[in-house]
Nanobody
């Protein structure tokens, strides 16, 4: 059974910090790129941060660059998102995503797994 379980969300004041965690099970975690997405009411889901399977390469959406840090602990099958200097605009449901692309027999197959999300609210 594939599972991604997010935790660590909550209510925080502007300028505060939160650390999100995503615990994975049911698949070969170390082979997957891990990402955090978020979706605010009335807005489309956007990619916030991504870390490759080896952990040596990361990407961030411009709006969180310098404030958020994604990391992973493959031994614990967990990916983290450290969020500092939070702004009201960061308010959203944050989702954990695992993705891998496999090429075999001339066909590229992509596998995606999603968590249920955790609410982050930044408000005074």
């Amino acid at each position: 059974q594939v599972q991604l379980v997010e935790s660590g969300g909550g209510l925080v004041q502007p300028g505060g910090s939160l650390r999100l965690s995503c615990a994975a099970s049911g698949f070969t975690f170390s082979a997957y790129a891990m990402s955090w997405y978020r979706q605010a009411p009335g807005k489309e889901r956007e990619l916030v941060a991504q870390i490759m399977s080896a952990g040596g390469s990361t990407k961030y959406v411009d709006s969180v660059k310098g404030r958020f840090t994604i990391s992973r602990g493959n031994a614990k099958n967990t990916v983290y998102l450290q969020m500092n200097s939070l702004k009201p605009e960061d308010t959203a449901v944050y989702y954990c995503n695992a993705k891998v692309a496999i090429s075999q027999y001339g066909v590229v197959r992509e596998y995606d797994h999603w968590g249920q999300g955790t609410q982050v609210t930044v408000s005074s």
